[in-house]
């Protein structure tokens, strides 16, 4: 049973570029959820994906988008990237409306 | 603003000391979670606490949800060099609503 994979598992962007980040739930999850965590903090909530639909929104700007695809796995975009958006990126699956949530080993940020 | 505050935010103990962390809400939360995050890796899910009073133990971990279910600790005792970690608690203010992680606390055990 393969657990929350994500991918790529490091990445290096230049200010002003785009990424996206990639997430395949847990085997029998329905539900993600992305977080971002800077270096020494806890994760901080970005977006929630349910029935490929953005459910839950954290304080993040519009730059930051998602999308959830039918077979339940997700993209996390960033446009117009800044240097402030170097984190570390988890995803994380559940089932809707259960509350254990999954962690993926996260896509490291670095923009330069 | 829904905010959860954890402290201490560093713990440096002997092995075989005992170690508690401490959550806090100024609102009132649906539930709350614990999570452990080991060095370079990522959060691993060890438990969650919805009513209130609420008192649940893994092994050498015990965790406690408050009465007004605004505060949760996680005690843990005779500290091994396995406890090592990032120890974060994460609340919801509502049943579907977003999970908020505190700042964390990181336990380091001396040997």
């Excluded at chain 2, 959550?23 to 080991?38: A, M």
Aim: glycine content about 10%.
């Amino acid at each position: 049973d393969a657990g929350v994979t994500q991918s790529p598992t490091h990445l290096i962007k230049t200010r002003g570029q785009q990424v996206t980040l990639r997430c395949s739930p847990k085997s029998g999850h329905d539900t993600v959820s992305w977080y971002q965590q800077a270096l020494g903090q806890g994760p901080q909530f970005i977006f929630q994906y349910y029935e490929e639909e953005e459910r839950q929104r954290g304080n993040f700007p519009d730059r930051f988008s998602g999308h959830q695809f039918p077979n339940y796995s997700s993209e996390l975009n960033v446009n117009a990237l800044l240097l402030g958006d170097s984190a570390l990126y988890l995803c994380a699956s559940s089932l809707w409306g259960i509350y254990e949530q999954y962690f993926g080993p996260g896509t490291r940020l670095t923009v330069t | 603003g829904q905010q959860v505050m954890q402290i201490p935010q560093y713990q440096h103990v002997q092995e075989g000391e005992d170690f508690t962390t401490y959550c806090n809400s100024s609102t009132t939360l649906s539930n709350i979670q614990w999570y452990k995050q080991r060095p370079g890796g990522h959060p691993v899910f060890l438990i969650q606490l919805v009513k209130s009073g609420e008192v649940k133990k893994q092994k050498r971990l015990t965790f406690q949800f408050g009465e007004a279910k605004k505060n949760s600790s996680l005690h843990i005792t005779a500290t091994q060099t396995t406890d090592v970690g990032t120890y974060f608690c994460a609340g919801r203010y509502s049943n579907t609503g977003k999970l908020i992680f505190g700042q964390g606390t990181t336990l380091q055990v001396k040997p």
